[in-house]
């Protein structure tokens, strides 16, 4: 029996605002408060059915708890094992009332049965929501009548699940939200309350410096509470102290949500911008960038950077660039390879491109990379053979670039300019495109010097300059494999490495620019004008002798 309910439909009460009044405020809420104060007013303006799609279901049931206690509403919480019970009732003491209802259905019935104001918690409810088991068609129809039913009364019915099961059939009573990981805030109160827990205690050392402290709690962004509170006591118990440099600690707790994904690598980073010689201008321009990935950058009225795409010649450190961001910005760096989204199902290889992007998403702030975009996105013209696949899943990506509000910040690498479609070059996809050209001779020199230093050895007791003459139009692939090849010509001899043996090493090499002459000219021509310069001044030194030609 239901008791209808009473004129007004919507719920107010003195001192509460009116909905319009509430909605007006939302502008000054953060993120996650926007999305508890929307469903505090969906519960209010009596929507059936909520469907919370979230890890977190222990906070989400702590808020509405809340909620219901604000509301003066009785709560009650059904799960498949311990049935329909009243919100904070031990689960021992209602075990053998409350077993019939571990029965969806007859929960639902129990449910309908209730006369007063009430908020019901189901928790996973999705596996009786899947239309491919017969079985579950009993469930549905049930909860399409508890959804008529409670339209008329000030229940409210909640689903709380990780994964989102809408059948046909409920598509209009059912309101979805996504319910958001926590946010700064959020992370800064659980990090007070856990220094607060443990500053008494002599052997615990607390070093979060202010400006350290953001580092920390943007580290820890994407992970749930949860996860945060784990990583935060697994950095102290293991050594008496959280500072800093626990960032690492955090990273190895996102490394396991990436496997645990397995369509994204986590890749560990050794390389920063010391060690890549040449590409001042671009170095500067991710300095720049990497400055703008504060809060303070937000105040100001700065949008989160977006990516940017280096295009250029073979083996002159663009992979490299990608490592390095990922460690001077301290973020995790994510690869994605477009061969292990591919599927034999139909639409499974668009699902694992959002699977993947929603992965990177969730552990943001992240840098995510695509090496070698112009092979991956080969078929994307229609010319690939494969049904469409990779044209469906670069427009997947597309979208996604240009909608994405979350801190990923896309790094691509390509080298031939011609595989890539139009649409990912225009503004708007990444921040800038650079072209990375073959070093000049004062790069040369710089990267003959990191790679020497790379390898303990002295560079100072080299003749560097004339080394980066003989070198020239080589890469900095190719002026490293000349050091490690003069390494194993003078290991072989049983000498010290000395300039003789890196000199034998050019010699007998015979680089990319000479071999791919022509179509690096065709990319040249094609960067002049459409893209940045990695350098300042770059001197593109061609396959013949003292053939120069300067772009400023």
């Known amino acids: ?51 919370i799609v979230t890890y977190e279901e222990q906070r989400v049931v702590r ?18 094992s311990n049935g329909l019970q009243e919100s904070g009732t031990p689960q021992n003491a209602q075990k053998i009332k409350t077993s019939p209802t571990r029965d969806p259905v007859q ?13 019901y918690v189901f928790k996973d409810l999705h596996h009786f929501l899947h239309l491919r088991c017969n079985s579950n068609s009993a469930p549905i ?36 939200i996504d319910f958001p990981l926590p946010d700064e805030a959020d992370l800064g109160q659980l990090l007070d309350r856990i220094v607060d827990e443990v500053k008494c205690q002599p052997s615990v050392t607390i070093d979060i410096p202010p400006e350290s402290r953001e580092g920390l709690l943007k580290a820890a962004l994407g992970l749930t509470l949860g996860e945060a509170e784990n990583v935060l006591a697994k950095t102290l118990v293991s050594d008496n102290r959280l500072s800093d440099e626990d960032i690492d600690c955090v990273f190895a707790e996102k490394r396991q949500i990436v496997r645990k994904a397995g369509l994204l690598d986590y890749c560990d980073v050794d390389v920063d911008f010391e060690k890549i010689g040449g590409m001042d201008m671009l170095k500067a321009w991710l300095r720049m960038r990497g400055s703008a990935l504060s809060e303070r950058a937000r105040d100001f009225g ?35 390879d477009m061969g292990r989204l591919f599927g034999s199902l139909v639409g499974s290889s668009e699902a694992n491109m959002r699977r993947a992007l929603s992965t990177a998403e969730s552990i943001a702030p992240v840098v995510l990379w695509l090496d070698e975009i112009d092979k991956a996105l080969a078929g994307s013209r229609g010319s690939s053979g494969d049904s469409g696949v990779t044209a469906r899943l670069f427009g997947t990506f597309l979208t996604w670039m240009s909608e994405k509000q979350s801190p990923v910040f896309v790094v691509a690498t390509a080298n031939d300019i011609s595989a890539l ?23 040369r020199r710089e990267i003959m010097r990191v790679r020497l230093e790379y390898r303990k050895r002295d560079p100072e007791i080299f003749a560097l300059d004339r080394l980066a003459e003989l070198a020239e139009g080589f890469s900095g692939a190719e002026i490293e494999e000349a050091v490690v090849s003069g390494l194993y010509e003078a290991f072989a001899l049983g000498e010290e ?23 690096l000219a065709q990319l040249r021509a094609w960067a002049d004008g459409r893209a940045r310069p990695a350098s300042t001044r770059h001197t593109i030194e061609a396959a013949e002798p003292r053939r120069r030609i300067e772009i400023l």
């Not at 939302?26 to 929507?47: D, G, P, W």
């Open 1 to 51: 029996m239901s008791i209808p309910a009473p004129m007004p439909t919507l719920e107010t009460e003195a001192g509460v605002p009116t909905l319009p009044a509430v909605i007006d405020q939302e502008v000054n809420l953060r993120h996650s408060q926007k999305v508890l104060r929307e469903i505090e007013i969906l519960i209010r303006a009596r929507y059936p059915i909520i469907y």
């Open 63 to 80: 808020w509405l708890t809340e909620v219901s206690k604000k509301r003066k509403k009785r709560m009650f919480e059904w799960s498949l």
């Open 107 to 119: 929960a639902l019935d129990e449910l309908i049965s209730h006369v007063e104001p009430a908020i």
């Open 141 to 176: 129809r049930k909860l399409r009548e508890a959804a008529i039913h409670i339209k008329d009364t000030y229940k409210s019915l909640i689903l709380v699940s990780p994964i989102l099961e809408v059948p046909a059939e409920l598509e209009k009573e059912i309101t979805v």
């Open 302 to 336: 700065l949008p989160v950077p977006r990516g940017v795409l280096l295009l250029g010649v073979q083996g002159c450190g663009k992979t490299m660039c990608a490592k390095a961001i990922s460690s001077a910005w301290r973020m995790p760096l994510l690869r994605l």
């Open 421 to 443: 479609p139009p649409e990912l070059l225009r503004k708007g996809r990444f921040d800038e495109i650079f072209f990375v050209d073959l070093p000049n001779q004062v790069e």
């Open 497 to 519: 490495l000395n300039d003789d043996h890196i000199t034998t090493a050019i010699k007998s090499t015979v680089p990319l620019s000479k071999t791919m002459e022509t179509d």
